[in-house]
T-cell receptor
């Protein structure tokens, strides 16, 4: 079946603009994660959705970052008033509770100029 | 707080050799999951192998196997008969009972022809 998809694959934006990144998880996966990966670095956890529970937002770096998940499926990560330090690859992953394996999307490369 | 440490930022081995990537973690929990993920230059994260902490038997997937030492909080990955396609970043990851996953900073592995 289809894997996790993300759009756009690449986004170039000017400093101060808002951006929206989209993630379509695998159908039936109840959990959805957002991560940020800076050049050559590991993955930084941003936010986690599990079913209808309140999301775990503990990884969001500032109040400029927000995310929502509509209907338990598609998720949008929004970055307001983008800064150059927001430039990174944003990865989305989805999973089921058991066996806890995360399936990753191809990521969105965000460049803030 | 849980942490994951990969002490080898970069490694190179000849094709067909065996290589071991190190990972240690810190947690006070007794039940958790451990993973190794591979990220080739294409950027797509792929699950390599997983281990449940309550299982003493080391997980194996074809040429990939782990050495899980729970008391030492060590989870190393062994790649046998390495192939050029194994060239990638390898991330060790820990998942706690809250389904939150923490990644190490990664080991960049080069398989040399």
């Amino acid at each position: 079946g289809a894997g996790v998809s993300q759009s756009p694959s690449n986004k170039v934006t000017e400093k101060g603009k808002d951006v929206e990144l989209r993630c379509d998880p695998i159908s039936g996966h109840t959990a959805l994660y957002w991560y940020r990966q800076s050049l050559g670095q590991g993955l930084e956890f941003l936010i986690y959705f599990q079913g209808n529970s309140a999301p775990d937002k503990s990884g969001l770096p500032s109040d400029r970052f927000s995310a929502e998940r509509t209907g338990g499926s598609v998720s949008t990560l929004t970055i307001q008033r983008t800064q150059q330090e927001d430039s990174a690859v944003y990865l989305c992953a989805s999973s089921v509770r058991d066996p806890h394996e995360q399936y990753f999307g191809p990521g969105t490369r965000l460049t803030v100029t | 707080a849980q942490t994951v440490t990969q002490s080898q930022p970069e490694m190179s081995v000849q094709e067909a050799e065996t290589v071991t990537l190190s990972c240690t973690y810190d947690t006070s929990e007794s039940n958790y999951y451990l993973f190794w993920y591979k990220q080739p230059p294409s950027r797509q994260m792929i699950l390599v192998i997983r281990q449940e902490a309550y299982k003493q038997q080391n997980a194996t997937e074809n040429r990939f196997s782990v050495n899980f030492q729970k008391a030492a909080k060590s989870f190393s990955l062994k790649i046998s008969d390495s192939q050029l396609g194994d060239t990638a970043m390898y991330f060790c990851a820990f998942m706690n009972r809250d389904d939150k996953i923490i990644f190490g900073k990664g080991t960049r592995l080069h398989i040399l022809p």
